[in-house]
């Protein structure tokens, strides 16, 4: 099994691909396209990594330092230096509010304190 597919038999990577689908939808009554790409290369850098990286299988495995701090770590020494931690933040707060609120899935505790 290569990489993709490992990645791809996760049920979780694939719950979270779809709620990002759906986010990039929502997103297009509010912003610009070049916003919208910002957000989308955050969320799918962000589910790589939880995927990947931490292994989570599910919500209640998400922490805050996960989401925070290691998250912004990885995304700045991986890909793209310039970006501020209050935006990626904002950005994967915004996902995750978007899921609860929407489908009512999510980590309350990690969602309270975001």
């Known amino acids: 099994m290569t990489h993709n597919e490992d ?3 996760n049920s979780f990577h694939k ?3 779809e709620y990002r689908k759906e986010y990039e939808l929502f997103l297009l009554k509010k912003y610009k ?3 919208i790409n ?3 290369y955050i969320i799918n850098s962000f589910i790589d990594f939880i995927i990947l990286y931490e292994g989570c299988e599910g919500f209640e495995q998400l922490t805050k330092g996960m989401v925070n701090s290691k998250f ?3 995304l700045e020494s ?3 230096e310039g970006l ?3 935006t990626v933040k904002n950005i994967i707060k915004a996902y995750l509010l978007f899921i609860y609120d929407n489908y009512g899935y999510g980590n309350v ?3 309270n304190t975001l």
């Open 38 to 40: 910002k957000h989308s």
């Open 78 to 80: 991986e890909y793209q």
């Open 15 to 17: 719950e979270l691909d």
């Open 7 to 9: 990645e791809y038999s």
């Open 72 to 74: 912004f770590a990885y």
């Open 84 to 86: 501020q931690k209050i």
């Open 109 to 111: 505790k990690l969602l």
């Open 33 to 35: 396209p070049s916003t």
